[in-house]
């Protein structure tokens, strides 16, 4: 597993908070409501391994930022981070909840439904 970093920003602020350095790739932002609108934690690589490739990043425990969003309502990667799995559990145990994969529906993500809503616990994303 990749290791990531988050940064945080509140409602009405950009959406992408300035990363650390400039070797910092953004990877996701996961917003408070739908559409992305609310708060919202962006997650970046910072160890240069850059966008998402057919492995992917795994987020397996963000239930602390989705307490503090007060839930996770959608999310919107960045670059080649089109495909998605959510879960309602920690480190992606079970059927996702959420999974975005075909080409047809690779792209952000403006509701992750209505199982998950709120319920965001782990992810993983990745190019398709």
């Known amino acids: ?21 400039a070797a910092d790739t953004a990877l996701v932002t996961v ?5 992305y609108l609310g708060g919202s934690f962006t997650y970046y690589d910072t160890h240069g391994n850059g966008t998402c490739d057919a ?14 969003l007060n839930g996770i309502s959608s999310m919107r990667g960045y670059d080649r981070c089109t495909a998605a799995e959510i879960y309602t559990t920690i480190n992606r145990q079970g059927s996702p909840c959420f999974s975005q994969e075909s080409p047809a529906d690779g792209g952000p993500i403006p509701y992750v ?10 992810f993983r994303i990745w190019a398709r």
């Open 113 to 122: 439904g209505d199982v998950c809503n709120d319920h965001v616990r782990s």
């Open 55 to 68: 492995t992917g990043y795994s987020f397996d425990d963000v239930a602390e930022n989705n307490a503090w």
């Open 1 to 21: 597993m990749k290791v990531v970093s988050r940064s945080c920003s509140a409602a009405g602020k950009s959406a992408l908070a300035v990363p650390d350095s």
């Open 31 to 35: 917003f408070a409501d739908q559409n």
